[in-house]
């Protein structure tokens, strides 16, 4: 429209359009995002979330089985691309972490690590186990899986997606680390009672597993650099699986370390000891590293004691701290002229130039092959932290005569 400026003689004319600025910040906006939709397609991405020609499709199948904390579920990659899941959601509200998963054909590990936390991946058309835990008590872990009832999985990937399966549950709450007195008419020191039979939630056979009772209330990080601590430990089998370990080193999560005794010759009629490394609860991984002997009687020739059930003995590992992410390890066993040095004689070295560091926390454990049927029952009358030269000034110390505070300091795992 054009109309007439009576004080200037002008003639305006009112003309609606776009800023040819607006309109250069359109074009380019459109271009980035035609642009990016383009890299996505090229990459794949846009087919791994379903609108391309390779679409993500997992299948979760079986039951939800396990034990104690530590569960496992099997997941196919019925889709063309790579897939990595980040955590396990139970029915919507449990979060469940990783500890391992692997090929359930040939073994071979299918996780990776990022900022200390593992990561399940699947190849196209493959079928792993997955292994989780949820940091749950042992009373609710109980109300939670009652006998009948199904639950639901979800399987977070780390695209964001997520895959959903109502199972059927087959889990054996064990008793392991319950403590309880009179154990078989004794009436000194409290029992950990262990796990019992046909639990297989470990691939191979026999299958294997790790129970782990871990220290909260004090850890290796509580060392000063130089420091040297000793982790005392007075026990004695009473029947089933023999093994008994000191836990160092270890994340929470089912990796790190152990001086590890089989001192009643259950599995092989020979005594033996180790320092040993552990990962996934014991789950993808084996054990030694390299201070396993054997010792069957006669005279000492290693550093294995034998003791039969019953017996108490004395467990010992020593902690030196080189750095701040540097420790030196050694063990003893027993009061044997075998067991009185410490095993092996230049130390363990994990951490920096050494190896891998997992964590800071100690504890004590057992392990358990589930198909023998006989259920594992340890004694325990004493453990305890001191300096070197101080073991009257302990730095932390229980006597497993308090289960109230026992809990309280401690937390079950597997």
Not at 161 to 168: C, D
Request: charged fraction near 20%; glycine fraction near 14%.
């Amino acid at each position: 429209m054009k109309y007439l400026n009576s004080m200037c003689g002008k003639i305006f004319e009112n003309r609606k359009s776009v800023s040819p600025v607006i309109a250069t910040v359109i074009i380019v906006a459109v271009a980035i995002a035609i642009g990016i939709a383009v890299a996505f397609w090229i990459s794949g991405l846009l087919g791994a979330i379903g609108y391309g020609t390779r679409p993500i499709k997992l299948a979760i199948y079986g039951e939800l089985q396990g034990g104690g904390s530590l569960l496992y579920v099997r997941v196919k990659n019925l889709g063309g691309d790579q897939v990595f899941i980040d955590y396990v959601m139970l029915d919507g509200k449990y979060h469940g972490t990783i500890t391992g998963a692997y090929n359930e054909e040939n073994g071979e590990d299918r996780t990776i690590t990022e900022n200390n936390e593992k990561i399940a991946y699947l190849k196209p058309g493959e079928t792993i186990v997955l292994l989780f835990t949820l940091e749950l008590n042992k009373s609710e872990m109980a109300r939670i899986f009652q006998p009948g009832v199904s639950h639901q999985i979800t399987l977070h990937t780390t695209l964001g997606l997520e895959f959903y399966k109502e199972l059927n549950t087959v889990y054996r709450l064990h008793g392991s680390w319950t403590l309880r007195s009179g154990a078989e008419g004794s009436i000194d020191g409290w029992v950990l009672q262990g796990g019992h039979a046909q639990w297989s939630a470990e691939r191979g056979s026999p299958s294997y597993h790790i129970y782990v009772c871990r220290l909260d209330s004090w850890t290796l990080e509580d060392m000063e650099i130089g420091q040297t601590i000793i982790i005392e430990l007075r026990a004695r089998w009473i029947q089933g699986n023999d093994d008994i370990m000191i836990i160092f080193c270890y994340d929470g999560s089912g990796n790190g370390y152990a001086a590890w005794t089989g001192i009643g010759g259950y599995w092989t009629s020979t005594c033996y000891t180790s320092l040993s490394w552990f990962t996934d609860y014991g789950s993808s991984k084996g054990f030694y590293s390299g201070t396993r002997c054997y010792y069957s009687g006669g005279s000492p020739t290693c550093s294995c004691c034998c003791y039969p059930n019953g017996t108490w003995y004395i467990f010992k590992v020593k902690i030196k701290r080189e750095g701040e992410n540097e420790f030196i390890a050694w063990y003893s066993i027993g009061d044997c002229p075998c067991g009185q040095s410490w095993k092996p004689a230049g130390g363990y070295i994990i951490g920096d130039g050494g190896s891998t560091l997992y964590g800071f926390y100690v504890g004590i454990g057992y392990w358990e092959d589930p198909h023998t049927g006989e259920q594992a029952i340890y004694q325990f009358d004493y453990f305890k932290i001191y300096l070197e030269g101080a073991p009257s000034d302990p730095l932390y110390e229980t006597n497993f005569d308090n289960p109230d505070k026992f809990h309280m300091e401690w937390t079950e795992e597997g």
